[in-house]
């Protein structure tokens, strides 16, 4: 197998840690190790205690109990725990798919959602957002049995979206799970930006409705703890599990240990993680409202009513340009959607960040430039 270059990694190893401001990230605002124990009065004394020997390669128990907790009925025999959401893409088409197979991928999408299955040989057809004049995103119901083949065993969805923040209402991912039980698909869903709806609403999750979708979750978005590498698939069909585990040992074996602990402080403490990160995001978007309204004529932008990120059109111009024009001029950082294969007029825009303030003053002097 021969792996293709993954552009937005790429793009993020040059610019992630010398830009000063990641104005297109979708992870969270992170914390310290520090502030994390701080959450239980007896974690800083257990964390120095830890053994630091091999770890189950399922995932620590109790990690996969807590997981399991998030989901309505799932077994902790239904997770595995995986070092990041990337290791999870990477083993589910491993596992599930094989050259000469077909997966319908939502898009616009996350690179190696489609590219590692593509170097493995398997066709792929995108399933696209619309999005309207003002830069709202729906589903394209007519298209979706267009697209079906008599060699398509998967689909593959993001909700929320990676990089509009397109999330499925209730309706359409009980839809959605009609269509693949009908036509016996395994369905794929990417919810690393699951329980970041704004109004506090937890999305219901595709496993919990149907016995052939997996479900990848992670530590590093909605949690803002990207440096754990704590990621996990969940499933109903625990012999599908047991495949991936089993797969992982050619992958990392096992995960972790301080990341595991870690992992358990946070998601015991996840209420409070998660309310710090959405007040983070809703005070943000409290500054990109008047922004873009002072820009309407350059950009179209709806703000999401979930995720860390949205994805706004440039109504002139060369979004790579201009990307490349505000990380010269002023250390802001946004992903251009040449990095998504979207065109070149959108940009992914992070909202997890807390000094979004400063870096979109940043914007608007390099605008009135
Ligand atoms: C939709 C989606 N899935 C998976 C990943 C990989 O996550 P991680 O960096 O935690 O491995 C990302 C990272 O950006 C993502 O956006």
Known sequence: MKLTPFYIEQFYAVHEFTAPYMFGSSDCESMSIGELLAFEPDAQEAFQQLWMGYTESQGDPELRELVASLYANLDPQGVVVLTGAQEGIFLFTLTVLEAGDHMIVQTPAYQS???N???LGIEISGWTLRESEDNRWSLDWEMLPKLLQPNTRALLITTPNNPTSYTFTEA??????AFAREHDLYLFSDEVYRSLDHGGKVAPSAVELYEKAI???VMSKAYGLAGLRIGWLASQDHNLIERIRDHKFYTTICNSAPSEF???VALRHRQVILDRNRGIIQANIAHLEPFFA???DRFAWTPPT????????LRYGSASGFANSLIETCGVMMVPSTKFDWGDQHFRLGMGRRNLPEALH????FLKA
């Open 262 to 264: 870690l992992a358990k």
């Open 113 to 115: 959602q489609y590219q």
């Open 306 to 313: 979930s995720g860390a990120i949205s994805f706004p059109r």
């Open 294 to 296: 002072t820009y309407a």
């Open 117 to 119: 299955a593509l170097d």
């Open 215 to 217: 479900g990848l979750g």
């Open 172 to 177: 359409e991912l009980a839809q959605l799970v």
């Open 362 to 365: 940043r914007v608007a002097e």
